[in-house]
């Protein structure tokens, strides 16, 4: 299986929006509704921030969206602010049991 | 509240087996999906397989022949064994729980701190 798509980087100033896709295939999210995706700052233990395509847990601010289409999922933070400044890592169902990570997106807040 | 926190050695010499548990603490390992997740350093995560309700489990295709996830459901515990590690098995790992009905449905939450196993002789 490989590894979902996403870009190595993204920035963006305070206070704009910033989009990150997450690229599979037609066996991964291009059929499941079952993705996902987890911010992780430096040191600290990974937190999910969207299940299921586009909703969020209790707690994640609502400037956190996400969607899909085909076979790309995106994430979009808007208002950024310096404490969105982490990488960011989708995932999706995989069929037979099985999941897939993205390769992960560096944000970085200007 | 739920926690769940990673033990074992971490250093493993290469061709030697990775033995890694899980303690969970605040709610029954008896329901949902428990993981182990890595990620090696500079790299992205890695999904390395669950064992679930009465022990059924799940693996990544391409750990699968190295992989066993085992639980111990009187101490509340999971375990993870690697077999045949080499460097490029160094990384942090961790622990998760799923709590859904569907695999892959709810995402992983919470977490364990992680735990670095570094393989080297």
């Known amino acids: 299986q490989s590894a979902l798509t996403q870009p190595p980087s993204a920035s963006g100033s305070p206070g704009q929006s910033v989009t990150i896709s997450c690229t599979g295939t037609s066996s991964d999210v291009g059929t499941y509704n079952f993705v996902s995706w987890y911010q992780l700052h430096p040191g600290e233990v990974p937190k999910l921030i969207i299940y299921e395509v586009n909703k969020r847990p209790s707690g994640v601010p609502d400037r956190f969206t996400a969607s899909k289409s085909g076979n790309t999922a995106s994430l979009t933070v808007s208002g950024l602010q310096t404490e969105d400044e982490a990488d960011y890592y989708c995932s999706s169902f995989a069929g037979n049991n099985n999941l897939v990570f993205g390769g992960g997106t560096k944000l970085t807040v200007l | 509240q739920l926690q769940l926190q990673e033990s074992g050695p971490g250093l493993v010499k290469p061709s030697e087996t990775l033995s890694l548990t899980c303690t969970v603490s605040g709610g029954s390992i008896n329901l949902y999906y428990w993981n182990w997740i890595r990620q090696p350093p500079g790299r992205g995560l890695e999904w390395i397989g669950y064992?679930?309700?009465?022990?059924?489990?799940s693996y990544n295709p391409s750990l699968k022949s190295r992989v066993t996830i085992s639980a111990d459901r009187y101490k509340n515990q999971f375990s993870l064994s690697l077999r045949s590690v080499t460097a490029a098995d160094t990384a942090v790992y961790y622990c998760?729980?799923?709590?859904?009905?569907?695999?892959?449905?709810?995402?992983?939450?919470?977490w364990g701190q992680g735990t670095l196993v570094t393989v080297s002789s």
């Open positions: 998760a729980k799923e709590n859904a009905v569907w695999f892959g449905e709810f995402g992983f939450d919470p």
């Open positions: 064992i679930y309700n009465r022990g059924e489990t």
